[in-house]
T-cell receptor, first 114, second 115 residues
Framework: DQQVKQNSPSLSVQEGRISILNCDYT??????FLWYKKYPAEGPTFLIS?????DKNEDGRFTVFLNKSAKHLSLHIVPSQPGDSAVYFC?????????????FGKGTKLSVIP | NAGVTQTPKFQVLKTGQSMTLQCAQD?????MSWYRQDPGMGLRLIHY???????DQGEVPNGYNVSRSTTEDFPLRLLSAAPSQTSVYFC??????????????FGSGTRLTVV
């Protein structure tokens, strides 16, 4: 059973517009969420994170929103740039005994069209 | 600063062969882990270690062994390779393993094909 779901395998966006990547989770014990970006033939790189005590976190062009009641988070990229074209993974962790594991979604491939 | 270094980058094995995937980090991180990435499956945790001498299983540990004799190194051993182990393997590390703050630092991966 998938605990972290990214239901859109791919997304195409025009350069300069907003990219919105979505992620849903089922495990109510998750209390920390991360987004990773991955280019081909490279390892994932950390992008931005959010704790469950917050509903928004910003870092430059990247903003993550968390809706705990809906068990949903989203990553907004504004404005989108061609260099943002990559696979984006949503990941989640929980405190306590499970805190040493990250559970990943399947990823969404973002293509930013110049 | 090298970060997390994985070797080799590519490997082809025959069914039944054994091999060790190497992972080294120079950030003095206590936590290290191995993930595999398969098409359409995301990243799944194989084994992890919270410090030298301490290892534990993740989601998909069968067919793999690990040990952690030093803080820097965390090798992953395939005892008898099977085609189902064809995958891209990523090693990751973090200061304390909680992923809070800056998440995990990943290596660039080892692409393994078992024929």
């Amino acid at each position: 059973d998938q605990q972290v779901k990214q239901n859109s395998p791919s997304l195409s966006v025009q350069e300069g517009r907003i990219s919105i990547l979505n992620c849903d989770y089922t495990n109510s014990m998750f209390d920390y969420f991360l987004w990773y970006k991955k280019y081909p033939a490279e390892g994932p790189t950390f992008l931005i994170s959010i704790s469950s005590i917050k509903d928004k976190n910003e870092d430059g062009r990247f903003t993550v929103f968390l809706n705990k009641s809906a068990k949903h988070l989203s990553l907004h990229i504004v404005p989108s740039q061609p260099g943002d074209s990559a696979v984006y993974f949503c990941a989640a962790s929980e405190s306590g005994a499970g805190s040493y594991q990250l559970t990943f979604g399947k990823g969404t491939k973002l293509s930013v069209i110049p | 600063n090298a970060g997390v270094t994985q070797t080799p980058k590519f490997q082809v094995l025959k069914t039944g062969q054994s091999m060790t995937l190497q992972c080294a980090q120079d950030m003095n991180h206590e936590y290290m882990s191995w993930y595999r990435q398969d098409p359409g499956m995301g990243l799944r945790l194989i084994h992890y270690s919270v410090g030298a001498g301490i290892t534990d299983q993740g989601e998909v540990p069968n067919g793999y062994n690990v040990s952690r004799s030093t803080t820097e190194d965390f090798p992953l051993r395939l005892l008898s390779a099977a085609p189902s182990q064809t995958s891209v393997y990523f090693c990751a590390s973090s200061y304390d393993g909680t992923a809070k703050g800056y998440g995990y630092t990943f290596g660039s991966g080892t692409r393994l094909t078992v024929v």
